[in-house]
């Protein structure tokens, strides 16, 4: 059976993408912990991320360090954060986060239920970050 990413992936579900290539996407949280939560998912479902081969887990964090460079230029946190936890869906995801504390690490601070538009305004600026390149 396919997971919730794999479905997210073949466009079954929608999502606010920022980065598609033919090894993994990066998308929005739907519950995001901090405004611009991002995802970074290999197309390939894997469950545990040490079962990647070395390649993939490099590519993941590459994008993954793309993405927060582009995090720290739209939002402009005191740090980003990377987690891979692993237990809301059996597909790897690295969260690639904006944060100003430890606490903004935390899932207890998921939102539920977060305004679509500012989903989309969030996954606007870091594309924009994007094409932007490094600063």
């Avoid at 993939?56 to 740090?79: S, T």
């Avoid at 936890?85 to 969260?95: I, L, N, S, T, Y």
């Avoid at 690490?105 to 594309?127: G, V």
Wanted: charged share 15%; hydrophobic share 50%; proline share 7%.
């Amino acid at each position: 059976m396919a997971t919730v990413f794999s479905m997210i992936i073949a466009g079954e579900l929608p999502a606010h993408f920022v980065h598609r290539d033919d090894s993994c996407v990066a998308f929005l949280s739907i519950n995001p912990i901090t405004h611009g939560h991002t995802l970074v998912v290999p197309v390939e479902e894997t469950d545990h991320w040490l079962d990647l081969s070395p390649s993939l887990n490099a590519h993941l964090m590459a994008v993954a360090q793309r993405i927060g460079v582009a995090q720290q230029q739209a939002f402009g946190p005191q740090r980003v954060g990377l987690m891979i936890a692993g237990f809301e869906v059996p597909h790897v995801h690295v969260h690639v986060l904006p944060v100003n504390d430890l606490a903004d690490l935390s899932f207890a601070n998921a939102a539920a239920n977060p305004d679509p538009a500012d989903l989309e305004a969030a996954a606007t600026a870091i594309r924009a970050a994007l094409a932007e390149g490094p600063t």
